[in-house]
């Protein structure tokens, strides 16, 4: 009888291991990006970095190139993974988008190793099903740090390239590792390679694109290098005309490792980042599901905005994934206008045939 009891425990404790590793699983299937008209050509991040070829850290980078020749355009999403309209947009562009004059190089899982899994206690959908100009798309969350299987153990605390002391986890984030090391961690490694796509291909601009939570401080906001000040506020200036609330933070001088500082301070790019507000990373959300993801309402959030305590407004309409990507796309294509009308030669025409994007 005790043995009986003893095989029918290993056998449930082996059926309940073998179960709760599906989910993990699925992370390491990800979903295919399919390149439209647009794409010219599919690279890989090695090409620029030839250490990483054949590791977990190693993306596609797409290129869009017009046949009239102009300026060039960097846009990353992907950065952290739990911030999906950063991912969407840049997915979205590669999908749909059309490049007359110029080139556009689209990198949209930046860190493909932070894909491969979700951050621990936050209880995020691995999958979400998303609908974009009436086409399904699945779209993966991850963890806004590479994944430990692929660079481990942290330290107890992690030194920036700019000597800031951040907890040892912080050195897993692709955001904080610019300007990368050839030498370093997978993380450094990552940064290093995105880095020489940008001395390689020398883009006029590059645009970094991320979410935060409604009650941060930096949200519905460009962060710009000093060099790229004039450009995000003259955009910002248009955007509010149109309707798009927004605001504009000069990247801070003593802020390393971030790709809005390393990136204009290591090359001659004008280096933006982007923010919109999403509450399913927040801290003050309730329950954590697929529905929140998409449709961004919460009602705690409801209850806060209403007691004051959020940095964007927010009502019953909650703050859908299809508003946040158009927010994202509309600035991306402002700073590229602002930054053609001085730089004719250099200009860039990047279109949505279709206009799902407007
Ligand atoms: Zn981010």
Redesign the pocket.
């Known amino acids: 009888m005790r043995i009986t009891k003893i095989v029918l425990f290993c056998a449930i404790t082996v059926f309940m291991v073998l179960g709760s590793l599906g989910p993990f699983k699925s992370h390491d299937d990800l979903e295919t990006i399919s390149p439209g008209p647009g794409v010219t050509q599919v690279k890989k991040l090695s090409d620029y970095f030839p250490e990483l070829r054949g590791t977990p850290g190693d993306t596609d980078i797409y290129v869009l190139e017009g046949k009239e020749s102009g300026g060039c355009v960097l846009i990353v999403g992907g ?2 993974p ?2 999906p309209a ?1 991912y969407c947009t840049a997915r979205i562009i590669v999908e749909n988008f059309y490049v007359e004059k110029g080139k556009v190089i689209v990198i949209p899982r930046a860190n493909i190793s932070a894909f491969s899994h979700t951050q621990p206690l936050e209880a995020t959908p691995g999958k979400i099903h998303f609908s974009w100009n009436n086409k399904e798309m699945i779209i993966t969350i991850g963890s ?1 740090l590479t994944n430990p299987i692929h660079q481990w153990p942290d330290p107890r605390l992690y030194k920036t390239t700019g000597g800031q002391i951040l907890s040892g986890s912080e050195r897993r984030n692709l ?1 904080r590792a610019y300007p990368g090391n050839p030498r370093g961690t997978m993380t450094e490694k990552i940064a290093y390679a995105i880095m020489q796509v940008i001395r390689i291909e020398k883009p006029q601009i590059s645009i ?1 694109l ?3 939570a409604p009650e941060y401080t930096t949200v519905n906001a460009i962060v710009a290098h000093d060099r790229a000040l004039d450009i995000a506020v003259e955009a910002a200036m248009m955007l509010e005309m149109d309707g798009i609330d927004i605001s504009v933070e000069r990247s801070p001088r003593e802020f390393h490792g971030l790709s809005h500082r390393e990136w204009g301070d290591n090359s001659e790019t004008l280096a933006f ?1 982007l ?1 919109v507000a999403n509450p399913s990373q927040g801290r003050l959300r309730g329950k954590t599901n697929e529905r929140l993801v998409i449709t961004g309402f919460d009602e705690y959030y409801l209850k806060a905005a209403k007691a004051g305590r959020l940095n964007v407004p927010y009502d019953e309409k909650g703050l859908p994934l299809n508003l946040r990507i158009k927010r994202h796309l509309k600035t991306i294509l402002m700073i590229i206008d602002t930054f053609n009308t001085y730089n004719h030669e250099n200009s860039i025409v990047l279109t949505d045939p279709s206009g799902a994007s407007f």
């Open positions: 950065t952290h739990n911030e950063g806004r955001n970094d991320h979410e935060a980042l923010e």
